[in-house]
């Protein structure tokens, strides 16, 4: 029983962040957008669903309206740079440095007697229903259904994702991430494919809030702080252990590199490694991540090399 705790804490931990490494996969890597937006998207999504439940709504469409805002972060990083002509960076850290305001000004619909709130704390007992509190059999079972419920999000967002970007639309967003001029020379709209990819990339990382605050219960203004670093490295991690020899590939190694991610840290902190040093083990795996295409090339130039002197030897 300890043994599955464990699992399903870094999958619970880990499938969210599967949606999170998806969407900023889609800026960084299929549109070549440099956005900086994830970490507010993640906490709109997240306030706005957890502030949508405390007051009774359903959790399915807490959750629709969690990935909604958080593609509206994403519409505007992509109005500020392709409209106002605000460069990549700076677009994405003007949304970010006010998604914090925006936050606190939506928890603050959880307070009687405050216009602005820092968290909402949600409970069960309080019949605060969420996605995965509607499906429990039993208190045995919670983690269990969360991480189905979890698993089926997760999978059909991969699915949707995949042929969406199989479509002619889709093809057009990823010739913009390309070759944008060649793009533009074919006859496709780049500013609006940028803004789509933007606000769908933007969505997913909503969405991700919104599973990630109901499993936590809880969501306050530091909530989102660290998730653009953890999204880079599930990135990284995927791309260099499992690959990226096709777009479906692809976005299923980043899934698991999402997986891997947590499954690292959470080993590394029941072995004792101290929580106060996670920044640490964050940059130590970035680092390990980046590494592993120039160690996977050294050790096939070395057994090359070796078959190569076998095969002289032998002659």
């Known amino acids: ?8 804490n870094i999958l619970t931990s880990g499938l969210p962040c599967c949606l999170l490494a998806i969407g900023i996969f889609l800026t960084f890597r299929v549109l070549d957008f440099a956005d900086l937006t994830a970490e507010g998207s993640f906490l709109l999504g997240a306030a706005l669903t957890a502030a949508c439940i405390y007051n009774g709504m359903n959790p399915f469409l807490a ?3 969690g990935m909604i805002v958080g593609s509206a972060c994403g519409i505007v990083t992509g109005f500020l740079n392709r409209v106002l002509k605000i460069p990549k ?4 850290i003007i949304t970010l440095t006010a998604s914090a305001s925006i936050a606190m000004l939506i928890m603050g619909i959880t307070s009687p007697t405050q216009i602005f709130a820092m968290q909402v704390p949600l409970s069960l007992n309080a019949g605060h229903q969420t996605i995965y509190s509607i499906f429990y059999p039993g208190n045995q079972w919670n983690k269990l259904v969360e991480t189905i419920v979890m698993v089926v999000v997760v999978v059909i967002v991969i699915v949707a994702v995949y042929y969406f970007f199989g479509t002619e639309y889709g093809m057009a967003i990823r010739a913009t ?3 944008e001029k060649m793009a533009r020379s074919q006859g496709i709209n780049t500013t609006g494919a940028t803004i789509t990819c933007i606000a769908i990339s933007n969505g997913l990382i909503g969405l991700a809030g919104a599973l990630y605050v109901q499993d936590a219960l809880s969501v306050s203004t530091v909530s989102a702080t660290g998730y653009l670093v953890i999204g ?4 990284l991690i995927g791309e260099a252990i499992f690959g990226k020899r096709s777009f479906k590939n692809w976005l299923i190694s980043v899934a698991l590199g999402a997986i891997l991610y947590f499954m690292i840290i959470t080993i590394a902190i029941r072995l004792g490694f101290p929580t106060e040093l996670k920044s640490l083990l964050y940059a130590i795996l970035i680092a390990i991540a ?3 295409p120039l160690m996977k090339s050294g050790i ?5 090399n070796i078959k190569a002197r076998k095969e002289k030897a032998a002659c």
């Open 232 to 235: 880079l490295a599930s990135i």
């Open 1 to 8: 029983m300890y043994v599955l705790n464990i699992i399903f």
């Open 290 to 292: 980046l590494c592993i």
């Open 300 to 304: 096939q130039s070395l057994i090359k």
């Open 63 to 65: 959750t629709l309206l």
């Open 89 to 92: 960076l700076l677009s994405g």
């Open 177 to 179: 991430g390309m070759n």
